[in-house]
T-cell receptor
Framework: GQQVMQIPQYQHVQEGEDFTTYCNSS?????IQWYKQRPGGHPVFLIQ?????EVKKQKRLTFQFGEAKKNSSLHITATQTTDVGTYFC?????????FGAGTRLTVKP | KAGVTQTPRYLIKTRGQQVTLSCSPI?????VSWYQQTPGQGLQFLFE???????NKGNFPGRFSGRQFSNSRSEMNVSTLELGDSALYLC??????????????FGEGSRLTVL
């Protein structure tokens, strides 16, 4: 089934710095989703990308889907302490969703 | 609209016991998935139910089982608990069936500790 590799595993940044997490697949993806899980919380849906080369923005967050639909990235500009948490990419495998290992972001004020 | 509800939120069991966790999906959602989350293994897919049928199963031993009722509520059971079963068990629901690739809505989770 479809699997995704996500890097880095951890990222520690100073508040105001940028942050990027990447997901890569060996196979072409039909779509990819991104979730955020705050410490002690549960995953919450952020966005879904479907089209080749698609770029979507949510305030300081920019999501990209590669031209070959085999990779995706989430970029946060000027991180804030509210951005802390773990960011997961996820892809459908038949009828179920498989998650990347996640990138844990910590932000130093 | 009420979210996904999981009970119990916390529980402590001892090795060899069994446990049943419950999940009530968002009204109208017919698909329920279960995930195990541990610090070392991330979010691991357990199984997915749709209209009372298990459609997919992850790579977990037979000690892990589940079911879904006609009202879409789901339960998962772990028998003969092992220390390594200590984890956060997350339930997620979504609206439609085959081929639908919409977002998952997660519950708060049931945190199981096995002593």
């Amino acid at each position: 089934g479809q699997q995704v590799m996500q890097i880095p595993q951890y990222q520690h940044v100073q508040e105001g710095e940028d942050f990027t997490t990447y997901c890569n697949s060996s196979t072409t993806l039909s779509n990819i989703q991104w979730y955020k899980q705050r410490p002690g919380g549960h995953p919450v849906f952020l966005i879904q990308l479907v089209k080749s080369g698609e770029v979507k923005k949510q305030k300081r967050l920019t999501f990209q889907f590669g031209e070959a639909k085999k990779n995706s990235s989430l970029h946060i500009t000027a991180t804030q302490t509210t951005d802390v948490g773990t960011y997961f990419c996820a892809v459908y495998n038949n009828n179920d969703m498989r998650f990347g290992a996640g990138t844990r972001l910590t932000v130093k004020p | 609209k009420a979210g996904v509800t999981q009970t119990p939120r916390y529980l402590i069991k001892t090795r060899g016991q069994q446990v049943t966790l419950s999940c009530s999906p968002i009204s109208g959602h017919r698909s329920v998935s279960w995930y195990q989350q541990t610090p070392g293994q991330g979010l691991q897919f357990l199984f997915e139910y749709f209209s009372e049928t298990q459609r997919n199963k992850g790579n977990f031993p037979g000690r892990f089982s589940g079911r879904q009722f006609s009202n879409s509520r789901s339960e998962m059971n772990v028998s003969t608990l092992e220390l390594g079963d200590s984890a956060l068990y997350l339930c997620a629901s979504r609206t439609a069936g085959t081929g639908y690739t919409g977002e998952l809505f997660f519950g708060e989770g049931s945190r199981l500790t096995v002593l």
